[in-house]
């Protein structure tokens, strides 16, 4: 069974600053990577994704994650946060094989200070 | 390009009535999703669709019930509402599952409140 875990519920950071959001996964075979973010009262909105190739995927507004197969991770980052980056963020994964859906992980709320 | 299209926004039922929340996409995605989101709970995927015609019970099926007559439209229906169902739905559409451009994507969900 495919699985995804977002291990901290919220991160606070201060604007400029690097930030990362943590994801860790578990699949039989290769892995779909997702990352999604949504904002108060909107649905989710894509962000980037994984499915083969360069380990490192660059997305919308900035945000890159880093596919890394023995740690079984897909950490979101970004370089440099702004305040207009809070917002909830969700994780997900599938297996490559035909038949298998999304799974999402339970969402990180990132905090951005001024 | 509206994607996907949830209707109502918001709805307020009382214990037992009975509603049905719509979902259009007009991507020509074969598969389309309902889930729900509670606080502290992220989301939980209730039933799908893998074609016109077709439909599967998710993580959290019960006291719910879908339709999908027509590929652009999936219906989510509550025969007798509950507390319990109080929460923000959303729908959700993508390609079959080995396209190159597989992804999902979301409508602006249905806040549903049940009295």
């Known amino acids: 069974a495919q699985s995804v875990a977002q291990p901290e519920d919220q991160v606070n950071v201060a604007e400029g600053n690097p930030l990362t959001v943590k994801c860790t996964y578990s699949?039989?075979?290769?892995?779909?990577l997702f990352w999604y973010v949504q904002y108060p009262n909107r649905g989710l909105q894509f962000l980037l994704k994984?499915?083969?190739?360069?380990?490192l995927v660059k997305g919308s507004y900035g945000f890159e994650a880093e596919f890394n197969k023995s740690q079984t991770s897909f950490h979101l980052k970004k370089p440099s946060a702004l305040v207009s980056d809070s917002a909830l963020y969700f994780c997900?994964?599938?297996?490559?094989?035909?038949?298998?859906?999304?799974?999402f992980g339970g969402g990180t709320r990132l905090m951005v200070k001024p | 390009n509206a994607g996907v299209t949830q209707t109502p926004k918001f709805r307020v039922l009382k214990t037992g009535q009975s509603m049905t929340l719509l979902c259009a996409q007009d991507?020509?995605?074969?598969?389309m999703y309902w889930y729900r989101q509670d606080p502290g709970m992220g989301l939980r995927l209730i039933h799908y669709?893998?074609?016109?015609?077709?439909?599967a019970k998710g993580e959290v099926p019960d006291g719910y019930n879908v339709s999908r007559l027509k590929k652009q439209n999936f219906l989510l229906g509550l025969e007798s509402a509950a507390p319990s169902q109080t929460s923000v739905y959303f729908c959700?559409?993508?390609?079959?599952?080995?396209?190159?451009?597989?992804?999902?994507?979301f409508g602006s969900g249905t806040r549903l409140t049940v009295v």
């Open positions: 991507m020509n995605h074969e598969y």
């Open positions: 699949v039989s075979g290769n892995p779909y």
């Open positions: 994984y499915i083969t190739g360069d380990n």
């Open positions: 669709s893998v074609g016109e015609g077709t439909t």
């Open positions: 959700a559409s993508s390609t079959m599952d080995l396209a190159p451009n597989y992804g999902y994507t």
């Open positions: 997900a994964v599938r297996e490559s094989n035909a038949g298998n859906m999304l799974t």
